[in-house]
């Protein structure tokens, strides 16, 4: 079975959609941080309200790219322009399949010449490996692995913390000892935290403003426990991996694409290469979305968000596809605020005997990989939603989602059926459960409440009989 590659996988359980959604893996893991420092309520409302510290360095796969051949490969795989990218620079890199449908997306960092990293979920990194292997391409590729699947987890090349929040900038002065440089969004330069050389990326998420920082694995601990002390002044609060999934649902980034790569005749010879053990090969989806076919899981750029990233001046993988899609109508990226009500209904069932809706989680209620649940008007399909949780900032279940252009001005009304059907599926985080439907507001992304209720208010008001 060792020698198995995803093709002969595939070709084994006849059907794709039936495999992935009965696959026997949960939600991704983010290993080596305890789950909650403090408690999640309190590390979530941190991030709005003073600043946080995640430490990312165990759960995403890094690449090293690196040769006269870098850029121009990476040139090839990615939709992105690459005019005018220079070192000290980072971007948002997606690559698409022939047929136009995306692969995922990581970060791109141009470290210096002739020198890049790519850090993010394996999907990209595979593709790009694929490629640099058997491709003429005069380049080489170096693969740092996560954590959870390597065999010396405490021993990665780098560290990577992201500093986020209110307070971002005033903890990192104070942990320099000096003014922090004055960066541009996604540019980059080398500052010194305790003594060490640290690589520093301007970036921001949940809309407030942050930094990435990254360096060699020795340093990482002298360089978190400065950031520890110089935050203490700052109410920085460190984050757990039970709190870290849910961040994105205030961003409004969908990290969750299927990659689009089980069918297709020209993508053969990647099924090939990819082994049993590969991400693609181990990939669970969830939820109560079930297409025909596994193409119905597949995403364009713009169903994304990520149209603006497509550029038709360089030639690439997938480009004479999206060409023609380019015109077509698109999915918009969307965030579904659920219905308080509804969302308690849910939550209640789970305090009685008999039929029960699926279990939520709090605060991301993710169960698989790749969560995909029907979004229906008139008991119609009008999109998906792909990542669901709870923000105590905003006090209310959100979900990401794509709905057809339609459906997806602020204020529509629409339903999530949440569950999936037939009493659920094998994967071990599902239990027997009835699907309902919880009705929702679109609300823009980032998430901005387009209305309140009252119903928040009145709970307030009501005393114990």
């Keep these: 079975m060792t020698d198995q590659s995803l093709e002969s996988l595939l070709a084994d359980s006849g059907d794709i959609v039936e495999l992935l959604r009965n696959q026997q893996t949960g939600p991704n893991a983010y290993p080596g941080v305890p789950a909650e420092y403090s408690n999640w309520r309190a590390e979530q409302m941190a991030w709005a309200k003073t600043c946080v510290l995640f430490n990312q360095s165990y759960h995403m796969v890094d690449l090293e790219v690196s040769g006269p051949d870098a850029m121009a490969m990476l040139n090839h795989l990615g939709v992105n322009s690459f005019k005018g990218f220079v070192p000290d620079r980072a971007k948002q890199f997606v690559p698409v399949t022939p047929d136009g449908y995306v692969i995922g997306d990581v970060i791109l960092f141009y470290l210096e010449e002739n020198r890049f990293n790519l850090v993010g979920r394996a999907p990209v990194i595979e593709w790009v490996e694929y490629h640099a292997q058997t491709g003429k391409w005069d380049v080489k590729v170096e693969r740092d692995e996560r954590t959870a ?12 913390f992201q500093l986020q929040g209110p307070n971002a900038m005033q903890t990192l002065e104070k942990a320099m000892g000096q003014t922090p440089p004055d960066l541009k969004f996604f540019h980059m330069a080398k500052i010194t935290i305790a003594g060490r050389e640290v690589r520093a990326l301007r970036h921001g998420m949940a809309g407030q403003p942050g930094y990435e920082l990254f360096g060699p694995w020795a340093d990482g ?4 426990q400065a950031l520890i002390a110089a935050g203490k002044d700052f109410g920085m609060a460190l984050v757990g991996g039970r709190t870290y999934s849910s961040n994105t649902l205030e961003s409004g980034w969908i990290p969750s694409p299927l990659p689009a790569t089980y069918t297709g005749e020209a993508l053969k010879p990647y099924r090939e290469w990819l082994g049993a053990n590969s991400y693609e090969a181990k990939a669970s989806i969830g939820g109560s979305f079930v297409p025909d076919s596994v193409e119905g899981y597949y995403l364009t750029p713009w169903d994304l968000g990520y149209g603006l990233f497509v550029k038709f001046d360089h030639d690439f993988i997938g480009r004479e596809a999206l060409e023609k899609m380019a015109d077509q109508p698109h999915r918009r990226k969307v965030t579904l605020a659920l219905d308080s009500e509804d969302a308690l209904r849910v939550i209640s069932s789970a305090l009685q005997k008999g039929d029960r809706a699926k279990y939520m989680e709090f605060p991301s209620a993710v169960y698989s990989m790749h969560p995909y649940d029907s979004v229906l008007v008139d008991g119609e399909i009008v999109g998906v939603s792909t990542w669901i949780g709870y923000s105590a900032n ?6 990401l989602a794509m709905l057809d ?9 629409v339903t999530l059926l949440w569950g999936e059907p037939d009493g659920g599926t094998r994967k071990p985080t599902v239990e027997p459960h009835v699907q309902t439907e919880i009705r929702a507001t679109v609300a823009s992304v980032p998430y901005s409440e387009v209305a309140r209720d009252g119903y928040a208010d009145s709970w307030r008001t009501r005393q114990p009989a």
Excluded: C, F, I, W
């Design 149 to 160: 699947v390597r065999p010396d987890p405490e021993n990665r090349k780098s560290y990577r």
């Design 221 to 224: 601990e002298t360089v978190r």
């Design 394 to 399: 905003e006090g209310k279940m959100l979900t």
């Design 405 to 413: 252009a339609k459906y997806a001005e602020p204020g529509t009304q």
